[in-house]
């Protein structure tokens, strides 16, 4: 029901009382069915008529009850009124009576003419469906009344759905929207109107008039469509905020937000558009044109897997929409290209494959697009990069369109022939579309390139310079178009220089700023050997986009051609840029080209180009992506062996090296066949597969110096150390480089050393005439020093300190030599000038890990106590680059040797994430767990897989034994006797053991005979006898003794084993002493009679063991409670400060806890005081300490200071 205006009544009689009650405001209209205000410029003479409430649903409500009440009263005092004719018309009118009100409304009009009679009774006529009589009357009322607006809207309405006169109408509704821009249904109709005639600026104005007048959140449809029209006018940002008003009126309206996602996309706010479309699916999840517009956003972002996602749910809803099928299409294409850019073939090669078969099922719906048949042709022409391993695609059935045929395996050639027919079918259908016969030429020039025969190469050269010149003429003004015209005329099979450099000036005439145009010019004078116009044109392509690879890949050809040096750079940059097959290929020789042929490995260039870019990895990666998509390149697989060789990968570069070998016989390119044999043969021999190199060197038929070499080495590691002499002979004829022959010479006493009879020459001999050859070899003075130091030669220690004087503090030797001096310094001075050697290096070399992984090596292994500082260059080692997982063997080490055993735990199981392969690495987890006294089920778990594996891989008896008397060692510690005797039985059946070995075995079968007989000491005493320089055996006894209370047959014996350790081992002759010490404190207590005997002894050997070690914290300590015993108050306090000066282990925290109560006794800091105080404390001392130091089962031990467990001498012994 269209509103009216509420007529104006003529003032009422006087006697006529209305109830004021009934008297009531109308709501504010809210729908253009509700009744509009009238124009102010009528005057009406009956004010409060015009405040009574007329509702639509007249009838219903009490409101209208009354409204009815009133009108009948009015009726019945004033039956012949005009104006109460009118109401009562317009009453029936709104009961939908027509007739009955236009008879009442033509009486009204009747007694009295008035326009808005006239007016309603058009309105009446009007939705009674008289629209011709209807426009008479409204003309008729305009004419008695030219401001009421209606009117004017309702002609515009005939005008417009009528007479179809839409200029007349915009007319009529210009005129009721200058009476009326108030009345949403005027301003609807004048907009829509205005929209209908193509005035977007009148309507624009119209919109912003009505929307300035509007309060903020209503006139939601002005909102909406100005927005609308500005985003049609391409006022993005204006838009945007016209349809925020708009849904600040509205805010779920799903309409509202779909216009907002739209203008959002247009301006290329991708996120909110997301946000947007996302908001109208959560309204309307039935929606589809949102779920589309996600799957594009995402596409268009490069988000191409979740395109792929979104768009294959809206498929899964409709699995026929066509628009969805195409965008999926087109998704899977951008990431074919983009995969194809990052060498990832295989998923290219998918993604063009799924684009076939999304087109396939869109054929099925509607094959007329010229948009389907381009993806196809584009999914076609793609795989053009792949190598042919990557075929065959398959083009479905709804495609190829071939009865006979479902569906079509195609290699490379016949994709292409099937990508040219689809582009052809696009053009079928759209035929003037540059952009597709640019495609189809591009199409046919990868076809030319593809050919093998001459005349058909030619012929499609032909018919690509035919398409781009059909471009061309259809755009004239796009470069790309001009570009391709240029590259196919200076093709190979064209050559037509001179046109193609025309095509390629005029294409830059148009764009000067394109880089790829300007990379074409270039390389058209480089073909012509033009360098100078080639590097100033490739310069024009860098400026243009720097981040062009094409235009950098073009200067590093130009450096490579005249050896600049900036060549490595060049193709370094190119590869950041993208992974072009040249970049990758020619990054990968000039790094190996660079390590081959530099001879100054300390200049700037190759320091920067090399070490600090991480060439070599970089070049590997490069190599790596080259080969994925070129499998037959024979140079490529050599340099990648090479590469990953030099990095230590062998088995990759094995492999690498085996197809290039491959590739090379296939093609008969025996000159090749050699170099690649020569590198594959001599990898062999590095992983150790020496009869497979000495196989592959025989079947070398040039051989030089280096495959001379290499085969000496390998005959060397199949101990055929006399065939490895003589080669190695040869190659030192045959060299004429003197420091090849030094080297040789040096290689020689190497495998002289490991033969003997009267023609073998001597090591010592080979040596120093290799220290004659200049110049030097520098491994051969160091191996000079190192036998000087291991046969104690004076003379020669000096000789070859004085000749590696120069080479001393080189980075490359400085790890080798730091050992060597402070081995030398340890043998003649001690450990403390061994580690002022160590440091020299380091303050030398403080970046260098070799020197500090080397530092923390010797400290660990020469004396304990330097464990923590061990741990510190470890860890800064690890921080200049070491290696973890040698660093993670050193912390365990480092860990255990302090005590700490969860952080040997730690430390170990690095190790073993790093590599688990290794097997030493197993070893020392196995060690750490036992030390960190884990479940003992787990640890001998450990302790079987490692022994297990050690068997399997077929390591050295020596490690086996070493590890087999660790393992006995744990089942004795937790009381597995008869698994320890087993295993002991078994392993002293091993012939293969040293002779160290054995005798720990002998040892430990003797501790399983001694538990198991009730603790009768005589199979350890036959032990001893067996193996009388065993400080092992020596060591298990001294201790059981002291167990079992035996205290003169333990002096006895550990008295004996002083002297034997004085003999044999004078370095650790404070470990018996220690044991005789205890052993006399212990007596102090047991054998009261005999005191002053073991208070003296006891002086005694801690007196030497202090002199001995005067770092041992436990020497010092038994000192001190021994002093406590003879009233020696003042070396006792001497004695427990060292303690608390010196570092501990946590398991000898107690000492220190012990000492510091001593000392807060006065008594120790004066002379003569409370004595009975002392003996207390000294008392409660030995029972605490008795009972650590000597455990049941006797399995710890006091080994330089410090309390470890028993296991760790014997390793001690072994090194």
Same mark, same amino acid.
């Not at 073909?527 to 400026?543: G, P, R, T």
């Not at 698994?979 to 040892?1003: D, N």
């Not at 501990?1144 to 105080?1173: C, F, V, Y």
């Given at each position: ?520 010019l270039g390389v058209l004078y480089l073909e012509k050997d033009n360098i100078e116009l080639a590097h100033l044109a ?24 005249v050896k600049h040096s900036e060549t490595v750079d060049l193709y370094r940059h190119a590869t950041t840029l993208g ?412 012939? &293969?053991? !040293? @002779?160290?070995?054995?005798?720990? $075995? +002998?040892?430990?079968? /003797?501790?399983?005979?001694?538990? =198991? *007989? ?94 001995? &070690?005067? !770092? @041992?914290?436990?020497?010092?300590? $038994? +000192?001190?409670?021994? /002093?406590?015993?003879?009233?020696? =108050? *003042? ?85």
């Amino acid at each position: 029901m269209p509103s009216i205006d509420v007529p104006a009544h003529n003032s009422p009689p006087s006697d006529v009382q209305l109830d004021s009650s009934s008297m009531r405001s109308p709501p504010v209209p809210t729908s253009p069915s509700q009744v509009p205000r009238r124009s102010s410029r009528i005057r009406r003479p009956l004010k409060r008529l015009e405040n009574i409430f007329i509702p639509s649903n007249a009838g219903t409500s009490s409101s209208t009850l009354c409204f009815l009440q009133m009108c009948q009263d009015l009726k019945d005092k004033f039956p012949d009124d005009p104006e109460v004719l009118q109401v009562e018309g317009y009453t029936l009118l709104l009961k939908t009576q027509f007739d009955e009100a236009l008879q009442k409304l033509r009486l009204s009009l009747s007694m009295a003419e008035s326009a808005f009679t006239l007016h309603l009774i058009g309105l009446v006529l009007w939705e009674s469906q008289q629209r011709d009589k209807a426009f008479k009357v409204f003309l008729k009322a305009v004419e008695l009344d030219p401001y009421r607006a209606r009117n004017f809207l309702y002609l515009g309405h005939y005008y417009q759905n009528h007479l179809y006169d839409k200029s007349k109408s915009c007319l009529c509704y210009q005129k009721a929207f200058d009476l009326d821009s108030t009345d949403t249904e005027i301003g609807m109709s004048y907009s829509k109107v205005l929209q209908d005639l193509g005035k977007e600026e009148d309507n624009m104005r119209v919109l912003k008039v009505i929307t300035e007048r509007a309060n903020l959140g209503s006139c939601k449809w002005a909102w909406t469509q100005l927005g609308l029209c500005q985003l049609k006018m391409n006022l993005i940002s204006d838009a945007i905020f016209s349809l925020q008003n708009a849904l600040r009126a509205d805010p779920n309206s799903s309409s509202g937000w779909e216009c907002l996602a739209d203008a959002y996309l247009k301006r290329g706010s991708y996120e909110s558009a997301l946000k947007a479309f996302e908001k109208v699916v959560e309204l309307n999840p039935k929606a589809m044109y949102p779920l589309y517009q996600i799957a594009t956003i995402q596409k268009i972002r490069g988000l191409f897997t979740d395109g792929i996602e979104k768009f294959k749910n809206l498929l899964d809803i409709v699995p026929t929409y066509v628009p969805a099928l195409i965008g999926l299409a087109e998704t899977y294409v951008l990431a074919a290209k983009k995969a194809l850019s990052e060498c990832l073939y295989g998923l290219a090669r998918d993604c063009c494959q799924e684009t076939l078969n999304t087109l396939a099922k869109a054929a099925g719906t509607k094959h007329g697009l010229s948009c389907l048949w381009k993806l196809a042709g584009d999914a076609c022409s793609i795989p053009f990069g792949f190598d042919n391993e990557w075929f065959p695609i398959i083009v479905p059935s709804e495609l190829h369109q071939e009865a006979e045929k479902e569906h079509i395996s195609c290699n490379k050639s016949q994709l292409l022939t099937f990508g040219s027919k689809f582009f052809g079918r696009a053009l079928q259908i759209k035929d003037n579309v540059s952009t597709l016969w640019h495609d189809l030429g591009v199409n046919c020039h990868l076809q030319s390139m593809l050919a093998t025969d001459r005349d058909e190469k030619v012929n499609f050269a032909k018919k690509a310079f035919i398409c781009f010149q059909k471009a061309v003429s259809l755009c004239p003004g796009y470069e790309p178009h001009w570009t391709a015209l240029g590259v196919i005329a200076i093709s190979e099979e064209l050559e037509d220089w001179a046109f193609g450099q025309h095509a390629i000036i005029k294409s830059l005439t148009l764009n000067q700023f394109n880089a790829e145009t300007w990379t074409n010019l270039g390389v058209l004078y480089l073909e012509k050997d033009n360098i100078e116009l080639a590097h100033l044109a490739f310069k024009m392509a860098q400026s243009a986009e720097p981040t062009y690879p094409l235009s950098w890949i073009g200067q590093a050809f130009i450096a490579d051609k005249v050896k600049h040096s900036e060549t490595v750079d060049l193709y370094r940059h190119a590869t950041t840029l993208g992974s072009h097959n040249e970049a990758l290929i020619g990054y990968s020789r000039v790094i190996c080209e660079t390590l081959l042929y530099t001879s100054n490995k300390e200049s700037f260039s190759y320091k920067y180009n090399i070490e600090q870019m991480n060439a070599v990895v970089l070049a590997s990666d490069c190599a790596v992506k080259f080969v994925a998509n070129n499998y037959n390149c024979a140079e490529a697989f050599n340099i990648l062996g090479m590469l990953l060789e030099r990095q230590g990968i062998y088995n990759a570069s094995l492999k690498a090296y085996e197809r290039a070998l491959k590739l090379l016989e296939s093609r008969n390119q025996n000159e090749f066949v050699e170099l690649v044999r020569a590198n594959y043969a001599r990898l062999l021999c590095v992983i150790g597969d020496i009869k497979g190199a000495i196989k592959e060197f025989l079947m070398l038929k040039k051989v030089d110096v280096s495959i001379i070499c290499g085969f000496a080495l390998a005959m060397y590691k199949d101990q055929e150390y006399e065939q490895s002499l003589k080669l190695l002979g040869q190659a030192f004829e045959k060299s004429k480089n003197p420091s090849d022959q030094s080297h040789i010479k040096v290689a020689m006493a190497m495998v002289a050393g490991k033969i003997s009879g009267p023609d073998v020459p001597n090591p010592l001999v080979l040596l120093v005439e290799s220290a004659q050859i200049s110049p030097k070899s520098v491994p051969g003075l160091l191996a000079l020093y190192a036998r000087g130091i291991l046969k104690e030669e004076s003379k020669l220690i000096m000789a070859a300190q004085k000749e590696l004087q120069p080479y001393k503090y080189r980075k490359e030797y400085a790890a080798s030599a730091a050992f060597l001096w402070a081995a030398q310094a340890y043998l003649s001075k001690g450990v403390k000038s061994a580690r002022n050697e160590l440091l020299k290096f380091i303050h030398c070399f403080p970046t260098l890990h070799q020197t500090w992984m080397q530092a923390a090596c010797c400290l660990l292994q020469w004396d304990t106590k330097y464990a923590d500082v061990a741990s510190v260059c470890t860890k800064i080692g690890i921080f200049h680059g070491g290696c973890k997982e040698q660093a993670s063997q050193i912390l365990a080490l480092c860990q255990m040797a302090k005590g700490s055993r969860r952080g040997a735990l730690s430390a170990a199981q690095k190790a073993v994430h790093i590599n688990p392969e290794k097997l030493s690495n197993w070893a020392t987890l196995a060690a750490a767990c036992h030390v960190a006294d884990l479940d003992q089920k787990h640890v001998g778990w450990m302790f079987s897989f490692v022994r297990k594996l050690a068997k399997e891989q077929g390591v050295k008896s020596d490690f086996l034994g070493w590890f087999i008397v660790m393992e006995i060692f744990h089942h004795i510690n937790c009381g597995n006797m008869t698994v320890a005797g087993a295993l002991t039985s078994h392993s002293l059946s091993i012939s &293969a053991f !040293s @002779s160290e070995i054995q005798s720990c $075995l +002998q040892v430990l079968d /003797a501790v399983v005979k001694v538990y =198991s *007989n009730n603790g009768n000491l005589q199979p350890l005493f036959l032990a001893v006898k067996e193996n009388p320089k065993s400080f092992f055996a020596w060591n298990v006894l001294s201790q059981l003794l002291i167990a079992s209370g035996s205290i003169m047959e333990a002096e006895k014996t550990i008295s004996h084993f002083v002297v034997t350790a004085e003999k044999i081992f004078p370095n650790w002759t404070v470990y018996p002493l220690l044991q005789l010490g205890m052993l006399s404190y212990k007596a102090m207590h047991t054998n009261p009679d005999e005191k002053e005997k073991w208070m003296k002894l006891g002086e005694e050997v801690c007196g030497k063991a202090v002199h001995l &070690a005067p !770092s @041992s914290q436990a020497a010092r300590f $038994l +000192q001190g409670i021994i /002093a406590l015993e003879t009233g020696n =108050s *003042n070396l006792a306090r001497r004695s427990f400060e060292k303690v608390l000066s010196s570092p501990s282990m946590n398991e000898a925290k107690w000492m220190e806890n012990i000492a510091s109560q001593m000392l807060e006794l006065k008594n120790l800091k004066r002379k003569g005081k409370d004595q009975s105080t002392m003996l207390s404390l000294s008392w409660d001392i030995h029972s605490s300490y008795s009972s650590f130091c000597i455990p049941s089962g006797g399995s710890m031990t006091i080994t330089d200071g410090h309390i470890l467990p028993a296991e760790l001498t014997t390793f001690k012994e072994k090194s």
